[in-house]
């Protein structure tokens, strides 16, 4: 194996070189965009060149309207020149055209090796497709040669489209739920497993973006499968096998007994027109466009039936997990109780239970806490409830008559109810809260019943302060002077 053909390990042995010789050439890093007339067979090139200088790092190639991103390409050239040593290394983005016609590049800035580089915009022209001459006073570019190596060079090359057998869909696993029932809803993009049509995707973040705002209906919870990796993987349709691309993938839980509404939404995709007749070394796909549209869809949403809390109740399948840290216990010596409540349904909306008081226990409010998980179409995890308890009363006590949690199963269509299984056991002493006893008597209240209650006159004192009030300003007065004196 030619190590030297690693690009790592070539930068590398190209900088030991660099650095044997002791011979120091100027680093500069230049931004090229090239050519400014372009043929619609052949691609533009945005190029990051560094001179001496190894490119490690970059990103920042624009999206260009009118042209399709076609991939980078890397290149290295070294010049040895009486023992003086010089590199360079370019980065290529290659871009294609969709159609004749002037383009405009606007500014934009590239970052290379964790620097900015603003590059001006320029304008580029897009002229009809270039065809290959051949010079005809070459003894080896002979007509005759020509003729049996390339029949049809001259002819220009005709694109036809290919069927594609493929679709945009929205796909809810149900058509009815209950209120507070989960739906799950996917957008995908399907063609046929045999189908030989080629396509790319265009602008594919952006439009998945729209795609979710778009669809997203106000009367629901929504729990978003955060899909980013966007793998092909095959399904099954009507009998029919098909290659299946998610695009987007949410559950809905209405809140309200309104239809969910999910309107039509359009991708446009890139599809390639291919040469009827494929040429050696020529340009045999020609970038073309097609919008796939899916169909609006409606999901019924039915009413709980009867129940004294069904606008209260939780919508799911679940059941109980439950732990006591201890089941042999003492008045006064506290313990932890973990109330779990695993299963599918919207596990946000999974409220503490309601405890009745009791005499027997003290009970604090519980510490929540809730795992969800999004898998395959599931939503499910789960929500636990840790109580600090006090026993205050000893004998023995069933929680199932403190801890119980009422839902509506849409599995089985019933409401049920998750009830504790624990029996503690509880010893010794009553705790019993002491009362404030309010005391009455004192030298406040004695003097009540002793002190004269006849009306007296307040005048003698009021005359008393004003003559303090008036021997403490004179005194303030002499102060003041005997300070300024010295």
Known sequence: MNMLKTPGIRQLFLLILLFITGVSYAQNIRIEIDPEVVPLNQPLRISIIGENQAIETYKGFPEIDGFVKRGSSSSTSTVINNGSISYEQSISMRYLARKEGTYRIPDFTLTVNGKEYSVQGRTVQVTPEAVASRNKND???????????????????????????????????????????????????????????????????????????????????????????????????????????????????????????????????????????????????????????????????????????????????????????????????????????????????????????????????????????????????????????????????????????????PRTEVYDTLRSEISVSVTGDPIVEKGVEIETTGLFYDRIATTDNNLRSRIGGAWWQLMGNVLILLALVLTGIMVFKK
């Open 139 to 409: 003894p080896f570019g002979s007509n005759m040669i020509d003729n049996f190596l390339f029949p049809e060079d001259n002819r220009p090359i005709e694109y036809i489209e290919i069927d594609d057998d493929a679709f945009l869909a929205v796909t809810p696993d149900k058509r009815e739920v209950y209120q507070g029932e989960g739906v799950n809803v996917t957008v995908a993009f399907y063609r046929g497993e045999n189908s030989r049509a080629p396509f790319d995707f265009y602008k594919h973040n952006e439009q998945i973006a729209a795609i979710r705002k778009a669809i997203r209906p106000t009367n629901v919870w929504e729990e978003d499968f955060q899909i980013t990796n966007h793998y092909p993987h095959r399904v099954e349709v009507n009998g029919k096998r098909y290659i299946q691309t998610k695009l987007y993938q949410a559950t809905y839980y209405p809140l309200t007994l309104d239809p969910i509404e999910i309107p039509a939404v359009n991708l446009e995709m890139i599809k390639y027109k291919v040469a009827r007749n494929p040429r050696f070394l020529a340009r045999n796909k020609q970038v073309d466009y097609k919008t796939f549209t899916s169909r609006p869809v409606s999901i019924t949403v039915k009413e709980l039936p009867p129940h004294a809390l069904k606008d209260r109740v939780p919508v799911g399948d679940f059941r109980l997990q439950e732990r006591v840290y201890e089941e042999e216990l003492s008045t006064g010596v506290s313990t932890y109780y973990n109330f779990r409540i695993v299963g599918e349904g919207n596990i946000q909306t999974l409220f503490k239970p309601e405890v009745p008081e009791t005499d027997a226990f003290e009970i604090f409010d519980p510490v929540e806490q809730r795992d969800i998980s999004r898998a395959g179409d599931r939503v499910s995890g789960q929500a636990t409830f840790s109580y600090f308890i006090t026993p205050k009363e000893p004998g023995t006590y069933d929680f199932g008559d403190l801890f119980q949690y009422i839902f509506f199963n």
